[in-house]
Nanobody, 125 residues
Framework: VQLQASGGGLVQAGGSLRISCTLSGQTFRSYTLGWFRQAPGKEREFVAAIRANGGSTHYADSVKGRFIISRDNAKNTVYLQMHSLNSEDTAVYYC???????????????????WGQGTQVTVSS
């Protein structure tokens, strides 16, 4: 399984950005997909996730109402649409995937077996 994230960049505070992650090598629809982020000097933290098959979504409180996670099973791609960005959203964003995650483990870094290389999102004030 390989994950390739893309779409990061520099955006002004209050702006929007969409990042993407493509999974190759396996049956995409069978995977729960997550987005995590890591700012300098901080631990990697959960941002959002979308379950396999039924596609229920889950968000960290810090992004709820601003970020939207979605998946396109035909394109093997998961998206993170980010709105109302602020400086605290500046981080490297990582996509992650796993076939079997229980609900309570969705926000856990250790629950995901596969990780992409990360894409930098920088919000300027």
């Amino acid at each position: 399984v390989q994950l390739q994230a893309s779409g990061g960049g520099l955006v002004q505070a209050g702006g929007s950005l969409r990042i993407s992650c493509t999974l190759s090598g396996q049956t995409f629809r069978s995977y729960t997909l997550g987005w995590f982020r890591q700012a300098p000097g901080k631990e990697r933290e959960f941002v959002a996730a979308i379950r396999a098959n039924g596609g229920s979504t889950h968000y960290a409180d810090s992004v709820k109402g601003r970020f939207i996670i979605s998946r396109d099973n035909a394109k093997n791609t998961v998206y993170l649409q980010m709105h109302s960005l602020n400086s605290e959203d500046t981080a490297v964003y990582y996509c992650a995937a796993d076939k079997s995650i229980i609900l309570s483990s969705i926000p856990s870094v250790s629950a995901y077996d596969y990780w992409g290389q990360g894409t930098q999102v920088t919000v300027s004030s």
